[in-house]
């Protein structure tokens, strides 16, 4: 099956599909495009977020990571969508667990968010409705707070980037044994499965990966014969 994938930073992002490729067992062919494809550091760093904006975090070819305004972005993830559909594939991840407006949509194919999948997944997961989400950028905290408690009774939300330090990460997975929560939720694409079994074995509680619920749900449009 031929399938796309759409980056909010630059693609293609080699280190998310190191860990989902496999749980497609070769049955699809993967298109990438990223929304600050085309783009210099120094033009991306002009996408400054201003108070109200929605910020984002990802991942540039060079393994660098930048922050900016959803905005600058919105219509060119349109013009991605627009371009994998003219290649004629049969689905679109996208590889981000952030929010988007309804214009960055498809008429024709499945445009499939793991924001979607976690909200119905994560309540399911949780015995005690209470989540520790785990952000990369501090800029973050604030919504991601706001969003998840349309979802859950309790969240609580700390920042650490998987594209930085990794002894920074490893004491926020150190941090997260001693808060309220049964579950953590590591809420970004870029965090790695090694990086989910960190935070397990740190936390000793349940962690749910991003990047490979979205595949395994996938799958189950692409494990068939053709």
């Known amino acids: 099956?031929?399938?796309?994938?759409?980056?909010?930073?630059?693609?293609?992002?080699?280190?998310?599909?190191?860990?989902?490729?496999?749980?497609?067992n070769g049955k699809i062919e993967l298109s990438q495009k990223g929304g600050l494809d085309?783009?210099?550091?120094?033009?991306?760093?002009?996408?400054?977020p201003e108070e109200g904006d929605y910020v984002l975090v990802s991942r540039l070819t060079d393994g660098t990571s930048v922050t900016f305004a959803e905005r600058y972005i919105v219509p060119r993830l349109e013009q991605a969508v627009r371009d994998l559909e003219?290649?004629?594939?049969?689905?679109i991840m996208v590889f981000c667990t952030g929010e988007f407006p309804a214009s960055v949509s498809s008429e024709k194919i499945p445009l499939i968010y793991p924001v979607?999948?976690?909200?119905?997944?994560?309540?399911?997961?949780?015995k005690k409705s209470s989540i520790i989400a785990v952000t990369p950028s501090p800029l973050q905290v604030e919504q991601n707070n706001k969003k998840w408690k349309n979802y859950v009774n309790h969240v609580e939300t700390i920042s650490a980037s998987p594209y930085g330090d990794r002894e920074a990460l490893l004491e926020a997975a150190r941090k997260t044994r001693e808060m309220d929560g049964d579950?953590?939720?590591?809420?970004?694409?870029?965090?790695?499965?090694?990086?989910?079994?960190?935070?397990?074995?740190?936390?000793?509680?349940?962690?749910?990966?991003?990047?490979?619920?979205?595949a395994r749900v996938v799958s189950e449009l692409t494990d068939i014969k053709e």
């Not at 693609?11 to 989902?20: F, L, M, S, W």
């Not at 085309?38 to 400054?48: A, C, D, K, S, Y």
């Not at 790695?192 to 962690?207: H, N």
Request: proline share 4%; hydrophobic share 50%; charged share 20%.
């Open 183 to 214: 579950l953590i939720v590591l809420d970004c694409i870029g965090f790695t499965q090694e990086m989910k079994e960190m935070f397990a074995r740190e936390s000793g509680k349940l962690v749910v990966l991003p990047r490979t619920l979205l």
């Open 86 to 91: 003219a290649e004629g594939v049969r689905l």
């Open 1 to 24: 099956m031929k399938a796309g994938a759409i980056t909010i930073g630059q693609a293609p992002r080699t280190d998310v599909t190191c860990d989902i490729m496999d749980i497609f």
């Open 38 to 48: 085309g783009l210099t550091r120094e033009q991306i760093e002009t996408f400054v």
């Open 116 to 126: 979607q999948i976690l909200h119905h997944v994560v309540p399911l997961l949780t």
